[in-house]
Antibody
Framework: QVQLQQSGLGLVKPSQTLSLTCAIS??????????WNWIRQSPSRGLEWLGR?????????DYAVSVKSRIIINPDTSKNQFSLQLNSVTPEDTAVYYC?????????WGQGTLVTVSS | DIVMTQSPDSLAVSLGERATINCKSS????????????LAWYQQKPGQPPKLLIY???TRESGVPDRFSGSGSGTDFTLTISSLQAEDVAVYYC?????????FGQGTRLEIK
């Protein structure tokens, strides 16, 4: 059974960097058949896909255009986890953030982390 | 981007009655090479992440009650709950995984009448 355990700070100041980590059990971040995603949810934006990392002979990432200039998703094979870094946050980045495994569709979700951007 | 539009935004149905939620994509999510619709449905209850119900438009996820069914092809899809139970109160989302950016519908809130 795949489990995703999220960690990271829930309060970030405007202009600073949001950082979250997702620890994987029951699968490998280096799997050739999975992708590892970050999705956020807010009342104003609904469910918004932010990006993903995956390994298919080499590491690749895809990012949503809306955050492409500010986002980094990195795998950490030594700890079997992946991370989200979102730079230069504003109050509009306030949301519940989820890490999610994708085979074809999203099948396993982390518990969610409410991140509030406020001074 | 593929825009997913659900209807209605909210729905109230009596216990034991049928609930129907529609989802329309702005372009086809049917992949011709494998004849599969890259469309999934999720259920979300307060304080929980979305839960996968249906994938490939009509395949029920393991453990999902058979009162849940999905249908449709191309751009028009339906989630049907054949006999509403109290535990089905939730928000339901459709999602296309045909292409990036991966997108979701705005959600349909299902309540008991």
């Amino acid at each position: 059974q795949v489990q995703l355990q999220q960690s990271g700070l829930g309060l970030v100041k405007p202009s600073q960097t949001l950082s979250l980590t997702c620890a994987i059990s029951g699968d490998s971040v280096s799997s050739n058949s999975a992708a590892w995603n970050w999705i956020r949810q807010s009342p104003s934006r609904g469910l918004e896909w932010l990006g993903r990392t995956y390994y298919r002979s080499k590491w690749s990432t895809d990012y949503a255009v809306s955050v492409k200039s500010r986002i980094i998703i990195n795998p950490d094979t030594s700890k079997n986890q992946f991370s989200l870094q979102l730079n230069s946050v504003t109050p509009e980045d306030t949301a519940v953030y989820y890490c999610v495994r994708q085979g074809w569709y999203f099948d396993y979700w982390g518990q969610g982390t409410l991140v509030t951007v406020s001074s | 981007d593929i825009v997913m539009t659900q209807s209605p935004d909210s729905l109230a149905v009596s216990l034991g009655e049928r609930a129907t939620i529609n989802c329309k994509s702005s372009q086809s999510v049917l992949y011709s090479s494998d004849n599969k619709n890259y469309l999934a449905w999720y259920q979300q209850k307060p304080g929980q992440p979305p839960k996968l119900l249906i994938y490939w438009a009509s395949t029920r996820e393991s453990g999902v009650p058979d009162r849940f069914s999905g249908s449709g092809s191309g751009t028009d899809f339906t989630l049907t709950i054949s006999s509403l139970q109290a535990e089905d109160v939730a928000v339901y989302y459709c999602h296309q995984y045909y292409t990036t950016p991966l997108t979701f519908g705005q959600g349909t809130r299902l309540e008991i009448k």
